[in-house]
């Protein structure tokens, strides 16, 4: 009864008779229905219609593309321009720089002053300035090159980007890197060079430590420059830092155990019979008579 | 350090005559102190001396002698950059004809000695008068291995210890030697040491070369090969570094004295175990960096030394001066850290010094190796030269 109800009342609400077919047919038929409050209805009717529902959908991602390449062309213009500009202009002090250091005899004036530092380079200190001058102003054009392109990019009413936050990032990041691993480096030969004078048999295993240290430390800070894990990258060089220490400290303290004992020994050893050698042997090597100075 | 008018408050010496011979000693314990005074009082003329010491000396002990204060100085192992400031300053001062620097340990210079370094100044055409000293055959190692054949090679100096503590200098070599010293106390260098032969040799300069006798230092618990080997290179590496110009030239070596001085018997047999073993350990570990400095040939020699039993250890005379050249022109051309570099270079220099007391067990007389050394170190001279002119040309 209530079957027949339902069949009746299909029949009277539907706004065209469909004769001629069942009833799951209709009820079907009534779901693909447009609504009649819909201002545009679709047409899924023909192919006609499919066709130009994908034309449009690429004319419009098209549009997209483009509008917002027209976003970023100014800023990327102004970025080339900005780099572009302060390269030539470090090229010119470079040039004025190395001119007037030249007239000035710098160079003769820095060596006639007896520096000795270990710092210096190869190059003479008048090309060393010169050089620094040109790529000052470089990474100067870089940084306005860069915040032009962010305004322009920001300032263009799309949506925002993860992009340019990690660019910015990522300049810090690479001079971060560049500097640890040239202090892990540079701390690896010094521990190294000190370790073997020294006459430590676990030299290469003590300056290794250092380098990895020094390498896990720089790792660390530039992940979390780029802001890249959080928590997790804290938590894991903390672990892996003490992991480093601890390994470092049971190999040199139980598996090189007889190593450093014979070490210090050897320096206890040397210690006492520097103190109680007589006069003729000074700056004796192990306790030998012989005197290097 | 201050560096103007150090002497400022010298107190002016009692006689108004100005003396002969400003006697400078550097800072020094009261017992050599004493023993250095009485040694002046013995062999010179002590009314024309004017003696500058830095401690408190007692004028009752020494009534004959003129004593003023001489600024206090650092307690070095050997004359620095800031002594001879000072010693050029207290020479104008009191209008000295000539200066005797005696530095720590000149306790052990006898009477002969110091009246030769003396006289040398004061009555010849001498402008710097240096001791030669007589060591036991293991002793004075690094000026044997470097110093001395470095200077002969380069300077055209037969003088045997250019670093010695002991000068005699007339008052133009003082003021030459004060303004190259006063460069480097400007640039907070005033510890460095300063070589009065190189600056003779480029100035043209007389130099002479005195006996000095057996020679005694005391034991010096700061001072270790670790710190004297890269202290003395550094400085010397430098100053040729500086002098390139004149050094570059060919010069003519002065004779040589005949016959060569005798060292002291030896001590006792030496076991170079050690330092054979310190070379092996370096050789593992730090033959990467030796790779960035020394030419493959060097490196094949090395390898042969590394695999060489202790009893038969021989470094070669031309290995070891390529070794050296080669660490000269590294640190010109500051291919790796200077610190780096010439620690690098301390198991090279103790396999030299074991090797040099080989030959010496072997019954050669240790002088006769030392002056082969320095020979072979003349001989290669266009080798450095060479490198030093065109560094990136091919080395074999």
Not at chain 2, 302 to 329: C, G, H, I, N
């Amino acid at each position: 009864m209530n079957f027949a109800l339902t069949c009746e009342t299909f029949r009277t609400s539907g706004t065209e008779p469909m004769q001629g077919v069942d009833f799951m047919q209709n009820a079907f038929a009534m779901m693909l229905q447009p609504d009649v409050n819909q201002t545009s209805p679709p047409s899924y009717a023909g192919s006609d219609s499919i066709w130009q529902q994908i034309s449009e959908s690429l004319h419009q991602s098209l549009y997209r593309v483009l509008s917002l390449l027209l976003a970023v062309l100014p800023g990327l213009v102004a970025f080339l321009v900005a780099v572009v500009v302060l390269s030539l202009v470090g090229m010119a002090v470079s040039a004025l720089l190395r001119r007037g250091l030249a007239a000035a005899k710098f160079d003769d004036r820095i060596t006639r002053g007896g520096s000795n530092s270990d710092w210096m380079t190869s190059s003479s200190p008048s090309a060393l300035i010169a050089r620094v001058s040109f790529w000052a102003c470089v990474l100067i054009g870089l940084i306005i090159g860069v915040s032009a392109f962010d305004a322009s990019y920001a300032t263009a009413a799309l949506p925002p980007s993860s992009l340019m936050p990690y660019l910015t990032h990522a300049v810090g990041a690479v001079f971060l890197l560049i500097a640890g691993t040239l202090f892990a480096r540079f701390l690896a030969r010094s521990v190294l060079i000190e370790a073997v004078n020294a006459k430590l048999q676990y030299a290469r295993l003590l300056s290794l430590g250092i380098k990895w240290l020094v390498l896990v430390l720089t790792g660390a800070m530039v992940l979390d420059h780029l802001q890249i894990g959080g928590n997790v990258v804290e938590l894991a060089f903390g672990i892996l830092f003490s992991g480093i220490v601890l390994t470092l400290a049971l190999a040199v303290g139980l598996g090189s155990r007889d190593l450093v004992s014979r070490s210090l020994e050897s320096h206890a050893d040397r210690s006492s019979e520097r103190l109680t050698a007589p006069p003729a042997t000074s700056g004796a090597d192990s306790g030998d008579s012989i005197r290097h100075f | 350090m201050a560096t103007t008018d150090q002497m400022s408050e010298m107190t002016a010496p009692a006689a108004g005559a100005s003396p002969e011979l400003l006697v400078l000693l550097t800072a020094m314990p009261q017992e050599q102190l004493e023993s250095v005074l009485a040694n002046l009082t013995d062999s010179l003329p002590v009314e024309s001396l004017l003696v500058a010491a830095p401690e408190a000396v007692s004028k009752t002990a020494y009534p004959a002698l003129r004593i003023v204060a001489a600024p206090p100085a650092s307690a070095s192992w050997t004359l620095t950059a800031a002594d001879f400031v000072s010693a050029y300053q207290a020479a104008d001062k009191n209008k000295a004809r000539a200066l005797l620097m005696l530095g720590p340990q000149s306790a052990s210079l006898g009477s002969a000695g110091l009246r030769a370094l003396s006289n040398a100044v004061l009555t010849t055409a001498t402008d710097l008068s240096v001791p030669c000293y007589d060591l036991t055959p293991n002793a004075g190692l690094i000026n044997s291995a470097i110093l001395y054949p470095l200077s002969r090679a380069l300077f055209a100096s037969r003088v045997r210890f250019p670093l010695a503590t002991e000068l005699g200098l007339s008052l133009r070599m003082a003021e030459r030697l004060a303004g190259a010293a006063q460069r480097l106390v400007t640039v907070d260098q005033g510890e460095t040491p300063l070589w009065p032969i190189n600056e003779a040799s480029v100035a043209g300069f007389a130099v002479g070369q005195f006996d000095a006798g057996p020679h005694v230092q005391e034991v010096n618990p700061g001072l270790d090969l670790n710190t004297v080997l890269p202290t003395v290179t550094g400085a010397l590496f430098s100053d040729i570094d500086a002098k390139a110009a004149f050094w570059q030239r060919p010069r003519q070596l002065p004779p040589a004295r005949d016959p060569l001085p005798q060292s002291r018997p030896s001590d006792g047999a030496v076991d170079i175990t050690p330092m054979v073993q310190s070379f092996r350990l370096a050789y593992t570990n730090l033959y990467e960096l030796w790779s960035l400095v020394l030419p493959p040939n060097s490196l094949f020699g090395l390898k042969r030394l590394f695999a060489t039993d202790a009893a038969q250890f021989r470094m070669p005379d031309s290995l070891w001066v390529r070794v050296v050249y080669d660490f000269l022109l590294a640190y010109r051309l500051r291919t790796i850290n200077r610190g780096h570099l010439l620690g690098a270079l301390i198991p090279l220099y103790l396999a030299w010094v074991a090797s040099h007391i080989n030959v010496a067990a072997s019954g050669v007389s240790p002088e006769s190796h030392i002056e082969a050394v320095a020979a072979a170190f003349e001989a290669d001279k266009p080798y450095l030269v060479a490198r030093w002119r065109w560094p990136d040309r091919f080395n074999p």
